[in-house]
Structure formats: C-alpha cells, structure tokens
C-alpha cells in the first residue's frame, strides 16, 4: 500500500521559513515524479512545485519562484519543500503527490497517490 507522510508545517512569522517534508513508502519512486501542491480554505487546490525523478528538471509556480525550492532523495524515497521569506497568502495546506510518469504536470488529476497534507500559516 502506498503512502505518503508530510511533516513540517506549522505558524510562523510573514518573512520566515518552513521546510517541508513528504517521506513515501509501500514502493520505490525514485524514477517518478513528485510534486507538492497546496489549498487555502474556500479556494481550488494548486500546484506549487515539481521535480522529476531525476532531479534535472523543475518547475515552479509564478507565485512562488525565488523564494521556494523543491528538493528529493530518492534513496530515502523523501521530497522536501524549503520556504522561504514566507507571506500571508502562502497560508495553506500542503500536500506532496507521486505522479508515475517522468512529466512535470501542474494538474492535480495528473497525480496518483497524494499526502494527507500538512498546515502551514504564515502571520502577518
């Protein structure tokens, strides 16, 4: 049985920073890609990042360029999401997602198994 776990979340201030985690496990993912996405009350869940299995291509919200970076070890079947210079509007749920092909997408329906999410709120 697949599973993905996230970790990390929590309050903090507008400016600072979080790190993220999503560990999986019931099979090897090394050679798919992983993404995290997030969701605020009221509002459609959306992509934030993505990495392929190989680590050589990434892909990046607009909203979150510069200031987040998505990171894997694949030996630890693990992702990670290190934020920073955190904002209010990042305040949300995060879910990391296994997709099975080696694509990039920013679809959440192109994504086969997903995290039980974790919170993340950022004061002002």
């Known amino acids: 049985q697949v599973q993905l776990v996230e970790s990390g979340g929590g309050l903090v201030q507008a400016g600072g920073s979080l790190r993220l985690s999503c560990v999986g496990s019931?099979?090897?993912?090394?050679?798919?890609?992983m993404g995290w996405f997030r969701q605020a009350p009221g509002k459609e869940r959306e992509f934030v990042a993505a990495r392929n299995w190989s680590g050589g291509s990434t892909y990046y919200a607009d909203s979150v360029k510069g200031r987040f970076t998505i990171s894997r070890d694949n030996p630890k079947n693990t992702v990670y999401l290190q934020m920073n210079s955190l904002k209010p509007e990042d305040t949300a749920v995060y879910y990391c997602?296994?997709?099975?092909?080696?694509?990039?997408?920013?679809?959440?329906?192109?994504?086969?198994?997903w995290g039980q999410g974790t919170q993340v709120t950022v004061s002002s």
């Open positions: 019931g099979r090897t993912f090394s050679r798919y890609s």
């Open positions: 997602a296994v997709d099975r092909t080696a694509v990039l997408h920013t679809n959440p329906a192109a994504y086969d198994y």
